[in-house]
């Protein structure tokens, strides 16, 4: 009988396993490990096996390069394709469906490679004995904690299907702020880009010529002071475009690097927030962010102090996660959460009113959800006017530096043709 070597990851502790087995092929022994609670990585022949000549056949797995855990795959699945996911594993199971069948019936429609292994290993970690979280739990890069605490939460109180129709549409209206912020910020950053390899060609290839034909024409006549500064910022361009294209790459990546770093990205969020005209914008964004993650943790079952905490690591920006986090002290010692939101001194104050009104009425999930429909309109009306805002001042600005270089090299123009007249 052939023998295969394998490797697996333990439903139960996460751990690795590997050894031999003797089975008729690989597909039997892949069903033989799964049933044992093991979801095997790789399985090949043994090495008496193959050179047996039988039973060859080998079964590849997506597989961890690190520590033999199953890949976390990044790319597997986007926002959209997971607000769709729980959207039709809400339906299904609200159907009646068996969430192992329900599964299968996802994955076998999805034709992304990477995201039906997913939804593979998820219904395997079910048949295994554990728990759709259970599951989650070993794609902790698509699933978040919050995501992963929201389904905990719905299946210890046996309301799955109404915590997956919640999380579908809080992923929904959070993708739409995300959505909404990086529109607003992509056409500044555009214009810059498109700006910056305008004036850069100028610069390089074009004033060069200029100052070639006023050479020789006017004969060292001087230059207006305007078209020197221009012919001298465009020679030490030339002169230097390497160190300058070097600085900058390291500028990028030591920023990189700072925000990797908790007190760097602590930093550049209290930079954020700070912003003249964009500083509004991102605190109503982590507003409606903060409102609406805690109250969908709360209306699904998610006791107080654990919806605080992840609240605070869903809420993308440091600062306010710092003040979260001193909410989440606060409470656990036996305040509300008004108090400690005023005291914060991030939080508007009619944030902190509203939640107040919430916990004497008893409707705190209901409030934080209408506090989040506010600050959402609100984030609209911010990026529309942002976006009118932006688009003249980027024209002008951009209008400004390029008009500067014309005029500037057509000033010596004059001159020469007051000399030849």
Known sequence: MPRYTYTAIDAATGRE???????????????????????????????ETADAGFGTKSVKFVRSSRGGRFRQLRRAAGAKELTIFMRQLSALV??????????????????????QAVIVSLADAIRAGGTLSDGLLRHSKIFDRLCIGMIKAGEAGGRLDVVLERLAHHLEKTGRIRARVQSAMIYPVVIMIVATGIVAGLMMFVVPKFEKIFTGLLK???LPALTQGVLGASRLLQDNWLYALGTAVLAVGAGRWLLRTDAGARAFDRLLLRLPVLGGLF??????RFSRTLGTMLASGVPI??????????????????????????????????RPLVAAGVFPPVVAGMIEVG?????????????ADLYDEEVDNAVAGLTSLLEPVMIVLMAVIVGTIVI????PIIRIIQLMT
């Open 220 to 222: 060292g006549a001087p």
């Open 359 to 371: 916990e004497e009425t008893g409707t705190l999930p209901a409030m934080l959800a209408r506090i």
């Open 305 to 338: 102090l654990q919806a605080l905490q992840l609240t605070r690591d869903a809420c993308g920006n440091r600062v306010v996660a710092g003040d979260i986090d001193r909410v989440h002290r606060r409470v656990r010692e036996g305040e509300g959460v008004a």
């Open 94 to 115: 609200s159907a009646g469906m068996p969430l192992v069948r329900s599964l299968d019936l996802l994955a076998r429609q999805e034709r992304n490679p990477a995201w």
């Open 17 to 47: 396993h590997t050894g031999e087995l003797d089975r008729e092929d690989a597909e039997i022994a892949v069903v033989d490990l799964k049933a044992r609670g093991l979801f095997p990585t790789t399985l090949a022949p043994a090495k």
């Open 408 to 411: 500037a090299l057509f000033l």
């Open 283 to 288: 605190l109503k964004t982590s507003v409606a």
